[in-house]
């Protein structure tokens, strides 16, 4: 099989991103770290720190996601957090290295009312000489400009899987309506961080299909995440079949490859990670990680466990 060998080509053929995965190991990791390293210093690692600013009680039904009101997970449904509380978040994560604040709440889209408490935030955070993220669900035109004017730098909106698949997994929204607010997002100005999850008893085929939606989104996202399934008891994925961790590895090379440019992030799962595992995503072209003990609801790497690990490795955060 023969694919283009040149590490300026934007892949964006199904066939060839399907070929990517096929590609031996060694010649793959070979390959994503040639791209890399033409794109990148290899050596730096962007770190992000995440926080929900409004916990729970969510009105959609995505099977992995344990803030889904509908599951018994045991995640409460808590209040819209005050600015000052998310300020000390901030303060404590910027002191701990983060160069990035991301807000996550759990809504299908944000009220006006919360909106404009989430723009206090954020001014509040930017304030603070962190660069700012958020995620709230889908937004009208007007929210997004909004946020813009706010100073938000990144707005998530994960495609999570391929458009065949996200029937099986969400049933409350369609996939384009995250196309729509992608789109929205793009046009307000706003840096787009949009990525998706692997884990949940898709196939190959499917992770190939995720990662060549996500290639042909035009201009493709400055920040990819790649998370792979936190199981949490009372979802509807929990006791799924573990991925083999090797195959989230090359999921990440294939990112890589075909989004030379973008920050591919190491996302959720990681804690369920060894070392090893986690080294030869960074080999395969990861260049972003979330930093601090909690993603929103589950957990995370200690700091001081990645900062070893960084230590160890010779990464610098960016
Ligand atoms: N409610 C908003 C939305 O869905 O766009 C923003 C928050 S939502 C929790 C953000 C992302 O978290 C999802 O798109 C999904 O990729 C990720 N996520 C949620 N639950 C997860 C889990 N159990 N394991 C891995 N990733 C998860
Ligand atoms: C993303 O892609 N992953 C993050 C962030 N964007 C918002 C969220 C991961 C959530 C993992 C499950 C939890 O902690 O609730
Ligand atoms: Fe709600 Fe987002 Fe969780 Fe889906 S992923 S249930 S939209 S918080």
């Known amino acids: ?40 210093d290899p050596n730096r690692v962007q770190v992000s720190t995440l926080l929900s600013i409004k916990t729970g009680g969510c009105p959609e039904d995505c099977s992995y996601c344990p803030q ?13 957090l005050s600015v000052e509380e998310v300020i000390a978040a901030a303060r404590a994560a910027k002191e701990a290295g983060a160069s990035r604040f ?12 919360d909106l404009q408490q989430v723009t206090d935030m954020i001014k509040a955070v930017r304030q603070l000489g962190l660069e ?35 029937g099986e997994i969400i049933h409350t929204r369609e996939y384009e309506d995250r196309l729509d607010t992608l789109d929205k997002v793009r046009q307000a ?19 190939a299909g995720l990662i060549y939606q996500l290639a042909k989104l035009d201009p493709q996202p400055e920040s990819v995440p790649i998370n792979m399934l936190v199981q949490v008891e009372g979802t509807p994925l929990f006791g799924s079949e573990v991925l083999d961790p090797l195959e989230f590895v090359r999921t990440v090379a294939v990112a890589r490859i075909c989004m030379p440019r973008s920050f591919v992030r190491l996302s959720a799962g990681r804690q369920q990670m060894s070392e090893s595992v986690q080294a ?3 080999l395969a072209g990861a260049n972003s990680i979330f930093y601090g003990e909690k993603l929103l609801t589950t957990g995370n790497p200690e ?16």
């Open 189 to 207: 100005g706003l840096k787009v961080c949009c990525g998706g999850i692997i884990g949940m008893g898709e196939s190959r085929q499917t992770r």
């Open 68 to 80: 889904a009101a509908r599951y018994s997970t045991g995640v409460a449904n808590e209040a819209l």
């Open 132 to 166: 700012t993220c958020a995620t709230l669900g889908m937004l009208k035109e007007s929210q997004a400009t909004q946020l813009k004017d706010a100073g938000l730098d990144f707005y998530n909106h994960n495609l999570d899987t391929t458009p065949e698949f996200y």
């Open 1 to 40: 099989m023969k694919i283009s060998l040149s590490p300026e080509s934007d892949i964006l053929s199904f066939s060839q991103v399907e070929s990517l995965f096929e590609l031996p190991f060694s010649d793959l990791l070979y390959r994503a770290q040639t791209v890399h390293r033409s794109h990148f």
């Open 303 to 318: 700091v001081k466990a990645d900062q070893n690990l960084f230590l160890k490795l010779g990464i610098v955060p960016l």
């Open 102 to 113: 991301c807000m996550g709440a759990a809504w299908r889209g944000p009220k006006q009312k």
């Open 280 to 282: 030869l995503c960074f």
